[in-house]
Nanobody
Framework: QVQLVESGGGLVQAGGSLRLSCAAS????????MGWFRQAPGKERDFVAA????????YYADSARGRFTISRDNAKRTVYLQMNSLKPEDTAVYHC????????????????WGQGTQVTVSS
C-alpha cells in the first residue's frame, strides 16, 4: 500500500521557478533515501537529485546543481524539489522515488515510484 504522489508541476516560462512536492504514505518515510528523476518522451530516465533519509547529504545531476534544491520534511512525509532558473530543456515528467539501497543516482536502485508530474518550460 505504498504510495508516492507528486504535485506542483505545470507550465512556466524560461527563467521561472517551480516547487515540486512528493507526499509519501504506506511506508516509514524517514527510513528511505529519496530521489527525483525526469523523463521526456523518447528519452531515457535521468537522475535529477537525491537526499538521504535524515537529509544529511544531497546529490545533484550536473544539469541541476546550482539551480535545483532537494529537501525533505520527515514529519510531513514529504520530499521537495525547488527548481529555479528553469530552462526549456528541463521539460519532462518528474518522478519521485524511494530506496533503501545505495548509488542514489541510479534509478534501478529505487523500489517505489510515483506516477509523475509534468513540468513544461516555454522559451
Amino acid at each position: 500500500q505504498v504510495q508516492l504522489v507528486e504535485s506542483g508541476g505545470g507550465l512556466v516560462q524560461a527563467g521561472g521557478s517551480l516547487r515540486l512536492s512528493c507526499a509519501a504514505s504506506g511506508l516509514t518515510f524517514s527510513s528511505y533515501d529519496m530521489g527525483w528523476f525526469r523523463q521526456a518522451p523518447g528519452k531515457e530516465r535521468d537522475f535529477v537529485a537525491a537526499i538521504t533519509r535524515s537529509g544529511g547529504a544531497t546529490y545533484y545531476a550536473d544539469s541541476a546543481r546550482g539551480r535545483f534544491t532537494i529537501s525533505r520534511d520527515n514529519a510531513k512525509r514529504t520530499v521537495y524539489l525547488q527548481m529555479n532558473s528553469l530552462k526549456p530543456e528541463d521539460t519532462a515528467v518528474y518522478h519521485c522515488a524511494a530506496t533503501q539501497g545505495i548509488y542514489l543516482t541510479n534509478y534501478r536502485n529505487y523500489i517505489h515510484w510515483g506516477q509523475g508530474t509534468q513540468v513544461t518550460v516555454s522559451s
